[in-house]
């Protein structure tokens, strides 16, 4: 009965659609699941290159960006070398998801580049030093 009334309200396209989804479900949640996975798997990965790349600055450079305010220390990331190669290496899995999106990012240094601006890895670098 219920059938019936739902397939009357969709029409046949709907109801062709629905017969689809019935038939493969287990397969397209399998799917949605899987990449709902990854985005977790990307954001602890998005993390972790973050915390790799903000160690190896103050490695290197921390006599350099030590008691600088925020934008003093934007500015002097923008004359440094920032160790992209450690950041990439710091992950087993070649994706990256930034908080607060469900997309996936390929963990090389151009989309590092975009994804962590001087200015967000001049604020972690100020919390990292806080420590």
């Known amino acids: 009965m219920f059938d019936i009334i739902i397939r009357s309200f969709i029409g046949d396209a709907g109801g062709r659609i629905l017969d689809f989804y019935l038939e493969y479900s287990l397969i397209i949640n399998g799917i949605i699941l899987l ?4 985005i977790l ?12 790349v903000v160690f190896n600055l103050n490695k290197n450079h921390g006599n350099q960006l030590k008691s600088r305010n925020p934008k003093q220390l934007s500015a002097a990331l923008r004359k440094i070398d920032i160790p992209w190669e450690a950041g990439i290496d710091s992950t087993y899995l070649p994706f990256i998801t930034p908080p607060g999106s469900f997309r996936l990012y390929l963990k090389n240094e151009l989309n590092l580049q975009k994804l962590y601006t001087n200015d967000i890895l001049a604020d972690t670098l100020i919390d990292y030093q806080k420590q």
């Not at 990449?35 to 990854?38: A, E, L, T």
């Not at 798997?41 to 973050?50: A, F």
Request: glycine share 12%.
């Open 35 to 38: 990449y709902f996975v990854f």
């Open 41 to 52: 798997v990307g954001r602890r990965n998005y993390g972790r290159v973050l915390e790799t």
